[in-house]
């Protein structure tokens, strides 16, 4: 199979026009507006992205563009109610079954678990069993014909029992996990406070919406195993989840990352399901088995960023400073446990903000809900809670007559400062220079007063209304607490036999650029260049278990790992030839460096007590954003906004900012536009049509601007980039819809329908997140029902209207 | 029925329901996988092809509509193994992230780029707004098509 992510093509491919090429001596790097951080270090250019031209001439091949000779297609069989017993599965005797294969619970060879924190999700509900979601998957069928595949989906019918559902999560007896975290006195010290401000904030469903569908390919092999194909980012996951499914060894079940076409989350648990299902599927039929999702089953199957509801009270004392925090947290897991305690987990720990306080008190619980699982989306947690946390800074700041960006000066967290699990930041704090950073490229103070000026001014027959915001944020670098510990990840460097320079890890390339820095970190530690070295595909019998490619830890953590093999590996290979690595590798192998993670410096992080470095460094982030919000329509256009983000030491430019860009205009998204809506536990807008992100149109011009503040945990002192922008621009759209209209936006998104219930005080819409009840039963109430009445007919009501006839039929 | 048509330079002729996608017959038929499914109801434009040089999302086209026309796709961009000027541009600004959107992005852009138009942010934005990217924010790809027009524009 090619391999189009395995070029080591790094320099420009030549032009039909030369002619308007660039001095080849300087090829352009856009735009270089900062000056490097570390004194003395003569940077080389950074690489070009590596796959990138495999990417951009199409010949990169993505999971659905493989080829398998022979590959039947599978389909999955999924509840249409969230809550009931599934009573039996029954096939339509009139449908010729001869060329079909059917997968129930009754197949799996191993445990029906899909393994990840908890035990409790099935990889499909046994008969007898509970549905606990709208788009729970209860049989599988494949069939060599796409057509013909369709039809059966339609002739297998789920006999069910409907049993009373919980939607709200508030309401919701069903607890997940739960922490608490304690630092001085938060209800004493309330109690001196000369002001307090209270406030009740609702986060919704957020979809990942890659472009790239969630797509699995299943091979069965010869010897017994199964190999899968997919678009994933955690091939150890998947692994795991099929050795444990299919009680396999660890050589039987192979998990392959092929080109990911994005991922942000959606592609860190939801891959081990899809990939269980396809691989059930070819033991079965013996055929390798191609499952697609398409746009529909994607948003209505897969996990969707959770929604919160975060209750703060903040206390200020009479000298102006923040002297009490009390926060409540209450997230909706979803039906399943998935990732959800860690979600809650980071949730917790930033629930109070980049801020000194010394009184804090959070709480956090996650419930579960009769719809389908959330988990991992870009900020895992952080964004729901600190637009929590900076909705009450900004109205502190109103009611203090302040400004938003003094009171963050005064407030933000400066080395020597202490956390509320107790952590010490020793070091690579870049609260005040992201906030500074920011609100000088955005002229916020200027701007404020302007716009500030025009509300003051503004009459009755305004059409439009423009404002600015500010917010500020942290975000821990890294597994949460113990979770690197726990991980004890391992990242691999080799010289093969053929002279070859070779990296092996399982951190998978999904666009934020693991394949260009991997090799331009191990080649500065080598003094070689970076198309020296190669990298291994992302193959479990091939690499190590480098932990998921998750929590911004690729670059920092395992980049880490993949430096210090470098070294060990230069340091052995010059001891052994007595000459210059670059002069001396190609003769020296085969040899290879495994390197282990070891702790970084600091206090543990006690799991028990949640006190203790709750994270090795953490990044920092200050976006400024400017809004114009049509007075008539409530539309807000978001014109402009400024990131600026502390990243530690910024290994590839272009990469990085790429990263802050593109994590801004998802939080733009969030701020404005983005909402599932839900009946009787089901997505409504399950559609590309109907779940709307943003567009070229849409896009405020985003302006990044990275600072870099080395932490020396790591050798190369970078953070990690990926998550941090996401938790920080939507608060500043909304404080800037605040500045340009006067109200405030509690829940998210600030819909229009939002904002003119608040402009004119009209009943709001039902918050973010949660469910109505199903209008019009489609099904006759239980009680009318026979015992084991039949509530689902062959004919799937919720046939995707898209799924349309693909065939060639002639 | 038999259709005819040009992809990429090269006459093909593809038997076929008259309804059968053109993203159907460029992906499965003709093994031009370059052209990428986001969603297959023409909102995403991850399928954008060149029909006769005007923009179109390959899964909303039946192959009937492509009769006697000529099509052009993201392996029809490059010369010869090479990269054109704009996917030069898309490498060095960093306008691909995930890829996946890529080669609508590209066949947007080089329809763009025919136009003539002025390479502003407002114009530029208008060409790609049929196009979605979940990964870049837009602001490298604006950038790549904006430099590319400046590189293709005669000194």
């Known amino acids: ?810 | 029925m038999t259709f005819r048509f040009m992809v990429n330079g090269s006459a093909v002729e593809v038997a076929a329901t008259g309804s059968r996608r053109l993203l159907d017959v460029l992906r499965e038929d003709l093994a031009l996988t370059g052209t990428k499914e986001g969603c297959g109801e023409g909102e995403c434009g991850a399928c954008s092809v060149l029909i006769d040089g005007a923009v179109v999302d390959a899964c909303l086209v039946p192959v009937s509509q492509a009769d006697g026309t000529s099509v052009r796709t993201v392996e029809g961009l490059a010369p010869d193994g090479g990269l054109s000027i704009l996917q030069q541009a898309f490498l060095e600004t960093g306008g691909a992230q995930c890829g996946i959107c890529t080669p609508g992005m590209l066949i947007a852009g080089e329809a763009f780029l025919a136009s003539g138009a002025e390479p502003s942010d407002e114009n530029i934005r208008e060409a790609i707004a049929g196009n979605l990217c979940r990964c870049t924010g837009y602001t490298k790809i604006i950038d790549a098509i904006a430099l590319a027009a400046e590189r293709s524009s005669p000194r």
């Open chain 1, 1 to 810: 199979m090619e391999r189009p992510g395995l070029t080591t093509r790094t320099s420009p491919p030549g032009l039909t026009e030369p002619r308007v090429l660039p001095d080849e001596a300087s090829p352009l790097v856009i735009p270089v507006d900062a000056p490097d951080a570390v004194p003395g270090r003569i940077r080389p250019p950074d690489p070009l992205r590596r796959e990138g031209p495999a990417k951009l001439t199409g010949t990169a091949k993505y999971t659905d563009d493989l080829v398998f000779p022979g590959a039947w297609f599978g389909a999955t069989i999924r509840s249409t109610q969230p809550h009931a017993r599934l009573l039996g599965i029954e096939l339509d005797e009139a449908f010729d079954w001869s060329q079909v294969v059917l997968v129930t619970a009754d197949d799996i060879p191993g445990e029906n678990i899909v393994s990840l924190i908890d035990d409790d999700q099935p990889v499909l509900v046994p008969v007898g069993g509970e549905i606990r979601h709208q788009a729970e998957a209860c049989a599988l069928v494949a069939c060599a014909d796409r057509a013909m595949l369709r039809a059966a989906r339609l002739h297998v019918r789920l006999r069910t029992e409907r049993l009373p559902a919980v939607f709200d999560p508030l309401e919701s007896k069903l607890e997940f996990a739960h922490y608490t975290v304690e630092h001085g006195d938060a209800a004493g010290a309330m109690k001196d406070a000369s002001l307090v401000i209270e406030g009740t904030y609702r986060v919704g469903h957020q979809e990942q919406l890659y472009i790239e569908n969630q797509a699995m390919i299943a091979v069965p092999r010869e010897d017994g195993g199964v190999t899968v194909h997919g678009s994933l980012q955690c091939p150890y996951y998947v692994h795991k989840a099929m050795k444990r499914a299919l009680a396999m060894g660890d050589e039987l079940a192979v998990v392959v990352q092929e080109e990911t076409g994005g991922g942000f989350g959606g592609k860190e648990e939801y891959p081990s399901v899809i990939a269980l299902h396809a691989a059930l599927l070819a033991l079965k039929c013996g055929k390798p088995v191609r499952m697609i999702y398409d746009r529909h089953e994607d948003i209505s199957a897969t996990t969707k960023r959770h929604p919160a509801v975060v209750r703060y009270r903040s206390g200020v004392s009479a000298t102006g400073e923040l002297l009490a925090q009390e926060i409540e947290v209450i997230m909706d897991g979803g039906a399943y446990c998935t990732l959800t305690p860690v979600v809650l987990s980071r949730g917790t720990l930033h629930a109070g903000g980049p801020y000194r306080c010394e009184n804090v008190r959070i709480t956090g619980r996650a419930m579960a809900t009769n719809t389908p699982p959330n988990g991992a989306f870009r900020g895992f947690g952080a964004p729901q809670t600190e637009f929590a946390a900076e909705m009450q800074i900004n109205r502190i700041a109103e009611a203090l007559d302040s400004s938003p960006l003094d009171l963050r000066r005064r407030w933000v967290y400066r080395v020597g400062d202490t956390t509320p699990t107790g952590q010490v930041l020793r070091e690579s704090v870049g609260g005040t220079d992201v906030l500074e950073a920011a609100s000088e490229a955005a002229s916020f103070e200027r701007r404020h007063a302007q716009t500030q000026a025009m509300r003051e001014a503004r009459t009755d027959g305004a059409r439009t209304a423009s404002g600015i915001g500010l917010a500020l944020a942290w975000h821990g670098a890294g597994f949460t607490g113990s979770g690197e510990v726990k991980l004890a990840s391992v990242a691999s460097i080799e010289l093969t036999d053929d002279g070859r320079i070779r990296i092996l890890t399982a951190s998978t390339e999904m666009g934020q650029g693991t394949k260009t820095i991997f090799p331009q970190l191990a080649a500065e530690a080598l003094g070689v260049e970076p198309d020296e070295v190669d990298i291994a595909p992302q193959d479990t019998s091939i690499v190590p278990d480098s932990g998921p490619t998750v929590a911004s830890r690729t670059a920092m953590v395992v980049g880490g790992l993949v430096i210090r093999a470098a070294e060990k590996l230069r340091a052995r290979v010059e001891e052994r030839t007595g000459r210059p690595f670059a002069d001396s590798y190609r003769d020296a192998g085969p040899m290879r460096i495994d390197e282990q993670f070891t702790p970084y410096p600091g206090v543990p992080f006690d799991d028990k007590k949640y006190r203790g470095d709750a994270y090795p460094a953490f990044g920092w982030a200050c976006a400024v954003a400017a809004v114009d919000v049509d007075l008539d329509t409530a539309e807000v256009t978001v014109r402009e906004c400024v990131s600026a983000d502390d990243i530690g030491t910024v290994i590839h430019r272009v990469l990085a900012e790429g990263q802050v860009e593109g994590g801004t205009l998802q939080a733009v998204g969030y701020a404005t536009i983005e909402e599932m809506k839900l009946v009787d536990g089901r997505y409504l807008n399950d559609r590309l049509a109907t779940y709307l992100i943003p567009t070229s149109l849409d896009a405020p011009r985003i302006k990044a601007i990275l600072v870099e503040k080395p932490f020396s945990g790591a050798p190369h002192g970078a953070k990690g980039v990926g998550e941090l922008p996401m938790d920080v621009a939507a608060p500043a759209v909304v404080a800037a819809i605040h500045d340009a209209t006067g109200i405030w936006i509690h829940d998210l998104p600030a819909t229009p329908e939002r904002i003119l219930a608040a402009m004119t005080g009209a009943d709001p819409p039902p918050p973010p997140g949660v469910s109505a009840e199903e209008p019009t039963p489609r099904t006759p109430p239980i009680e009318d029902l026979p015992a084991g009445g039949d509530q689902m007919p062959f004919r799937a009501p919720t046939d995707p209207p898209q799924d349309r006839d693909r065939e060639d039929a002639s």
